[in-house]
């Protein structure tokens, strides 16, 4: 492929706390700190506080008991288990900002007792039955990239909790390139597997942002959407066959016929997808790969407003559809519009021309199209053009865009950045329907601007399209208060309730954790949170799989689904 110089395959794992390389780190420069004090009154801390040093932060006692730490050393070997102080530190939680401000600020406080390192699937039943026997939690982890409190160590009733690390199961066990199929361990990351299929002219196509640091395994079990999903469609889409390691032994779906060529009976499989952890530890999965690309086109497009913008994505998704409408489609509001404009030169100057047009509130879309054919681009393109300029939509600036595409994975590392400078900083996202869309996105840009107050930045973008309608992804920030996670709690949950009660999924592909569990029981029902307790009974009755996760609890009994209740 011609256009891979942005897909990194050697990112290291991230550090314990921030995100990534932290050489990546990206600053805002003087010019943009001035804009966002003349525009919103934000002005970042007069000093940096960067994170407090790894030996400074507070990490309790392990209360892994000694016969127990044994067991687990006998099963896995020695040196794959670790009561290191590092390790349990880069165990403590994903990369949410409640995850990484209590690690900033030195509280180590939700560190697991021991990180084990199981070699394959049999070793992951062992330790998932010994753990079962003895009373210990478990929490299996990939990448840590969960922004919802997802590998979170929850101990529940449990005295004991352990991280399970899957990255030594990271094997491509096989390629069928006739099937356009690949079997694969959990542990492997998304970067270095594109690594191993491009050279055969393959690729999953499967590019969230946390792309250089997530697993397989973290794909699967959260439903993950990348940013081609108009193209290559959401993960669930393109999962064959699973492998699950559970306390009462392994369970294998799928892999007789191609995804969805079945009519015997209801898809269990879909069960396992989205699971989190809470049924049980994936070990093996076979995905179905697509054709890699060889042709790429960028355009970046203006639209008079963001409901005008909704429109022409909408004729995109429902009159073009899959195979025709661009691989990547993101239509930011006004709000992110300015921001991205606000960076450049170019940007700017962009800006006069929209305002002397009329248009001060102005959308950009950004557009991605990927193809194996230079003249089948250029219709799908024609098509497209035809359909954005029937909704009113101007060319802009194809810099926008590439540059945007180039710097696609970064945006983890400037929150680093901003958190350094004393700024609050968080993100959330749903979907809903077109008809939907516009009420449902104005309800909750003024709830969480409630919270946040007039000196912040609240804004907004659409990023996966489908017939029926679209997500909305939510980025916003503000000084930090005195109680900075007092602050974040207050606006998750007033952005969560208004979510809930105006139609919306309380996610569309950060998955549930712990952050989103009160409302996905509301979303899914009381017989639909049964029927899931039921499921995790069968497969985890002691229940130590990623307790307080997910499965919503029973009335009065917070934990009892976690500790095998019906």
């Known amino acids: ?47 940096d506080t960067p994170p407090v040093a790894l030996d400074d932060v507070e990490l309790p006692a392990s209360t892994l008991d000694d016969d127990g730490l044994a067991a687990l050393r006998t099963l896995v070997g020695d040196a794959y288990v670790s009561v290191e102080r590092r390790e349990r530190i880069e165990h403590a939680g994903g990369k949410s900002y409640p995850d990484l401000y209590r690690l900033r600020t030195g509280d180590g406080s939700h560190a697991p007792d021991a990180v084990a390192f199981p070699a394959d699937g049999s070793e992951v039943v062992e330790v998932l039955r010994l753990a079962a026997q003895r009373e ?21 009733r449990f005295a004991s909790v352990i991280s399970l690390d899957l990255r030594r199961l990271d094997a491509v066990v096989s390629i069928d390139e006739t099937s356009r199929t690949a079997t694969l361990q959990p542990g492997l990351r998304g970067a270095q597997l594109e690594a191993v299929l491009r050279p055969r002219g393959l690729t999953l196509g499967h590019f969230p942002q946390s792309y250089e640091q997530a697993t397989l395994g973290g794909y699967l079990v959260t439903r993950s959407s990348g940013q081609a999903s108009s193209g290559y469609g959401r993960f669930e889409q393109n999962v064959v066959a699973v492998t699950l390691a559970t306390p009462e032994g392994e369970l ?42 060889t042709e790429f086109a960028y355009e970046t497009w203006a639209f008079d407003s963001f409901t005008d913008g909704f429109d022409a994505f909408r004729a995109l998704a429902q009159d073009l559809g899959h195979g025709v409408m661009p691989d ?78 180039s710097h696609r994975f970064r945006g983890p590392y400037q929150r680093d950045h901003l958190m350094d400078r004393g700024i609050f900083v968080e993100t959330l996202e749903t979907a809903t329907t077109w008809a939907n869309l516009p009420t449902l996105y104005s309800a909750v840009r003024d709830a969480i601007s409630a919270e946040v107050g007039p000196h912040a930045v609240v804004q907004c973008h659409v990023s996966h399209l489908y017939d029926g309608g679209a997500s909305l992804y939510y980025t916003f920030f503000c000084r930090e208060e005195s109680d900075p996670l007092a602050q974040w709690r207050r606006v998750k949950t007033a952005a969560s309730d208004v979510i809930a009660a105006h139609g919306g999924t309380i996610t569309h592909h950060h998955a549930v954790g712990t952050d989103h ?6 979303e899914m029902g009381e017989l639909g949170a049964r029927i899931l307790r039921a499921v995790k009974n069968e497969l985890d009755p002691a229940g130590i799989l990623n307790p307080g996760k997910l499965v919503p609890p029973v009335d009065d009994a917070p934990d009892a689904c976690e500790a095998g209740a019906s």
């Open 1 to 47: 492929m011609k256009d891979d110089a942005n897909l990194v395959e050697t990112a290291p794992r991230s550090v314990w706390h921030g995100w990534g390389d932290p050489q990546l780190k990206k600053e805002l420069s003087p010019l943009v700190w001035r804009g966002l004090k003349l525009a919103k009154g934000i002005e970042p801390a007069e000093q």
């Open 136 to 156: 210990i939690a478990v929490v299996p982890f990939g990448g840590g990239t969960s922004v919802v409190g997802g590998v979170d160590p929850v101990r529940g």
């Open 252 to 293: 294998t779906l799928g892999g007789r016929t191609p995804s969805s060529a079945t009519a015997a009976g209801p898809k269990l499989i879909d069960v396992l997808i989205g699971s989190e952890g809470t049924l049980g530890v994936i070990t093996e999965m076979t995905l179905q790969l697509h054709e890699g690309p």
């Open 328 to 405: 990547v489609s993101r239509l930011s509001d006004g709000e992110e519009s300015r921001t991205i404009l606000a960076q450049s030169a170019r940007g700017l100057a962009a800006m006069a021309t929209f305002a002397a047009r009329g248009a001060r509130e102005p959308s950009l879309g950004v557009l991605r199209w990927e193809d194996t054919d230079r003249t089948t681009l250029r219709r799908r393109r024609r098509q497209a053009h035809r359909v954005l300029r029937t909704a009113g939509a101007r060319r802009a600036p194809a810099s926008i865009a590439e540059h945007w595409i």
């Open 517 to 522: 569990r009160a409302w996905a029981a509301d």
